[in-house]
């Protein structure tokens, strides 16, 4: 697997290009010790009650002398420095969870991909932003957020753009509800010469199908649901498949039934031109044939929060880590997973920053450090 480039979008949090599963982080340095209150003295340590002495170790008994004194302070300080190493823990545990819950979910960065996949002409060229998993709501996705992320969408320029699915947020943690319509309208302001294209993923099924169909053709926005349409002008043509959700019905105790289509969709291209392929769950992808040149998923949010040797278990996908995020080859067949926007059953994101993908097809390859899978 591999990673493309990224950099921050307006993100004073995250600094310099990022790459790959793990960025390192700069903390802030933790605040000074509160000023002295009248009659404390400037000491960190208490003063000296009554009878107590000036050191902060207690005298010697009799009989100890300086080798009883010694002994007695060097167990106190192994003490101290236990019980201080302790509370350092605490303290990196605390900074790491307000920043996963606080900072690094309002971030923003662009990850960029270049690739030449056997099925696309190698001087064809293409340019796509995919948004993923937008989950409009607070915490994470407030409305102005939703803006910022149109606004540098629309910076990128591409030819063309793809929305892959989860619209909304509908988890016990929203403090903000972004109406359908409102939501919509800022998608409406996407631009790119051969049009904004969606799918839908579970989370619209689940909680709000109707109101997100309503909502994505009011604002024109056409949704492929086991469809193909044909893009670009002569000698520059290609397929754009989407198929429908694989998760769409929650069956219980873990078993869903979705209303994806993929050889119907297939059937519906009718000429030798390339075929992108929109899919909200990766799953699929070893059932996609190398007739399809690259395949572009979501879901995943790249595992979210990405804990070193757990995270794995985070991932919504039953192959794990396999297809949970970034450029993936197998059998010479391409898929890109964007770790997407915002959040699901809880509102908290580290190590994979909210992300809009911006991929160029017949472009030189951008160098990405090799990766299996994180």
């Given at each position: 697997m591999g990673y493309g480039t990224r950099a921050a979008v307006n993100a004073p949090f995250i600094t310099g290009a990022l790459r790959g599963p793990m960025n390192t982080i700069a903390t802030a340095e933790p605040p000074p010790y509160p000023p002295p209150q009248a009659g404390e003295g400037s000491s960190i340590f208490p003063p000296p009650q009554a009878g107590e002495g000036s050191s902060i170790f207690p005298p010697p008994q009799a009989g100890e002398g300086r080798e009883g004194a010694r002994a007695a302070k060097a167990r106190i300080t192994r003490r101290r420095i236990l019980t201080g190493g302790a509370g350092l823990l605490g303290l990196s545990a605390a900074a790491t969870a307000v920043y996963a819950g606080a900072i690094e979910p309002q971030g923003l960065v662009v990850t960029r991909y270049a690739l030449n996949p056997p099925g696309w002409p190698a001087a064809r060229k293409l340019s796509i932003t995919v948004i993923a998993d937008l989950h409009a709501g607070g915490p994470d996705m407030t409305l102005s957020h939703i803006r910022q992320v149109v606004d540098a969408a629309n910076q990128l320029q591409s030819d063309l753009v793809v929305l892959l699915g989860d619209?909304?947020?509908?988890?016990?943690?929203?403090?903000?509800?972004?109406?359908?319509?409102?939501?919509?309208?800022?998608?409406?302001?996407?631009?790119?010469?051969?049009?904004?294209?969606?799918?839908?993923?579970?989370?619209?099924?689940?909680?709000?199908?109707?109101?997100?169909?309503?909502?994505?053709?009011d604002v024109r926005i056409p949704v492929l649901e086991n469809d193909a349409v044909m893009l670009g002008a002569a000698g520059q043509r290609f397929w754009l498949?989407?198929?429908?959700?694989?998760?769409?019905?929650?069956?219980?105790?873990?078993?869903?039934r979705g209303v994806d289509d993929l050889p119907g969709t297939l059937s519906r291209v009718s000429t030798d031109d390339p075929v992108l392929l929109l899919v909200h769950e990766p799953d699929i992808f070893p059932r996609v044939p190398a007739r399809v040149a690259l395949t572009l998923a979501g879901h995943t949010h790249g595992g979210q929060i990405r804990l070193p040797l757990i995270w794995p278990a985070f991932v919504p996908s039953k192959f794990g880590a396999r297809f949970a995020y970034g450029h993936i080859v197998e059998d010479d067949r391409h898929m890109i997973v964007s770790g997407g926007l915002g959040t699901s059953i809880i509102p908290a994101r580290l190590g994979v920053p909210p992300e809009i993908v911006h991929i160029e097809l017949g472009a030189p390859s951008l160098p990405s450090p090799a990766s299996g899978g994180g």
């Open positions: 619209y909304i947020a509908r988890y016990r943690f929203v403090t903000e509800r972004v109406p359908d319509p409102v939501w919509a309208a800022e998608l409406a302001r996407l631009h790119a010469p051969l049009g904004t294209w969606a799918i839908l993923g579970n989370h619209d099924w689940w909680f709000d199908l109707f109101g997100v169909r309503r909502v994505l053709a498949a989407g198929i429908g959700d694989q998760l769409a019905y929650r069956l219980g105790h873990g078993r869903f």
